[in-house]
């Protein structure tokens, strides 16, 4: 079995997966840190939540490792381990089994993910002691990414911040991009390498990739997930001397750093909330600021679309998935429609039934296959523990 952890600053999520794919247990410990941290847990379609006391990480990976001897699923039954790292830099251009160096690389990006790498460490750390002895494998957000050519990856700035700092684009939710644009493959029964892709992934955090021959050339993210498209709280793209000139005004650096991230997006515009379904029911309503919302969300993936058209010259199909892309008709229908002259010709009835589920949403007459594929960033990275094992079998018998 693989047990997949995702670290966050005060959450920790779980998966187990069998040698057949399937997921044995799953659960999440929320609010670590607090004096009532939430601990939820499921298998076989049951699902228990209670309350507790749970200090760190660890003390949350004790809790999962309880609950899962209670199950008969004890450590004795693990292959691997595999952890979500959301920066791996210009280091990993792959997932890696966890050693010294390795991680001692992951504390390296700890300046560029300042809120998630010490989280993932604190997991790999943690699981280390209760796991002696079992494998660990490092699958990064960033490495799908690392195939941007020059051109797509560096700022126009002095080349000394990219040797010097690092500061350059990287992306993030590349298991997301990487596992729907494998599935878009095996969809249209064509393999990867002779496939254009636009994947998108919208969700509280959206992000967009353009895919030449199965490789990303280039994404919306950048240095930060703050880079790009509008998303639930996030600004997205801004002029960068907004910064300026609110700190001009007398604004705190960590009140403008606060605004952009948690304040902006659809819940900044819409003054009302950051979940989609909230804000296209208060636009149904007839209210102004979030059918304002909802435009300049739309506006700006649909503009992300169309230079990723000009990026790649022929897509052969375009991939929605994440929390919205997967679920939300509506705003799939605003993103897509009018974009006939790109090839791409949304179905409206086809749209409104692939809520939630996979499945084709294009027009008979779309040059461009559109696809509704639900993502699975979880058995992305057990697959990868996976390989990385495999790999690791096949050294060291040489």
Do not use: W
């Not at 799953?26 to 298998?43: F, K, M, N, P, T």
């Not at 309350?51 to 699923?73: M, N, P």
């Amino acid at each position: 079995m693989i047990l997949v952890l995702n670290c966050g600053s005060s959450s920790l999520k779980y998966s187990l997966f069998d040698s057949a794919e399937r997921v044995c247990a799953r659960g999440l410990v929320d609010r670590i840190g607090q004096s009532e941290s939430v601990v939820v847990l499921e298998r076989g379609g049951e699902r228990q939540s209670h309350t507790a006391a749970i200090g760190d990480h660890g003390e949350a990976l004790s809790a999962v490792v309880g609950f899962l001897q209670e199950q008969g699923q004890g450590a004795n039954l693990l292959e691997g381990i595999g952890h979500r790292v959301v920066h791996g830099g210009e280091y990993f251009v792959e997932a890696a089994l966890i050693t010294e160096s390795v991680e001692s690389a992951i504390a390296a990006c700890t300046p560029l993910a300042p809120l998630h790498n010490p989280a993932a460490l604190e997991g790999l750390r943690a699981a280390r002691k209760l796991f002696d002895g079992v494998p660990q494998v490092a699958v990064f957000d960033t490495a799908f990414h690392q195939t941007m050519p020059p051109r797509a990856f560096l700022y126009a700035v002095p080349r000394a911040l990219h040797a010097e700092q690092g500061i350059r684009r990287y992306g993030f939710h590349g298991t997301s991009h990487r596992y729907v644009a494998q599935r878009a493959s095996e969809l249209l029964g064509v393999d990867l390498d002779a496939l254009n892709l636009i994947t998108c992934h919208l969700g509280n955090g959206c992000s967009l990739a353009a895919i030449a021959a199965g490789r990303s050339v280039d994404t919306t993210m950048g240095l930060t997930p703050l880079e790009g498209v509008a998303m639930g709280t996030r600004s997205g793209d801004v002029d960068p001397a907004l910064i300026f000139h609110l700190a001009r005004s007398g604004m705190p650096l960590d009140a403008i750093e606060k605004m952009l991230l948690h304040e902006s997006g659809l819940l900044g515009l819409s003054a009302r909330s950051q979940d989609v379904r909230e804000v296209e029911a208060a636009a149904l309503d007839g209210d102004q600021a979030a059918r304002e919302a909802l435009e300049v969300f739309t506006y700006r993936v649909r503009k992300a679309i169309g230079a990723y058209c000009a990026v790649l010259g022929r897509v052969d199909a375009l991939v929605c998935t994440g929390g919205i892309g997967e679920n939300s008709a509506f705003v799939r229908l605003h993103i897509l429609d009018g974009l006939e002259h790109m090839g791409i010709c949304i179905d409206r009835v086809r749209n409104r039934t692939h809520a939630g589920r996979e499945g084709d949403i294009s027009n008979v007459d779309s040059r461009v296959k559109i696809l509704v594929v639900p993502t699975n960033e979880e058995l992305v990275i057990a697959r990868e523990v996976r390989e990385v094992l495999a790999g690791s079998s096949s050294a060291s018998a040489l």
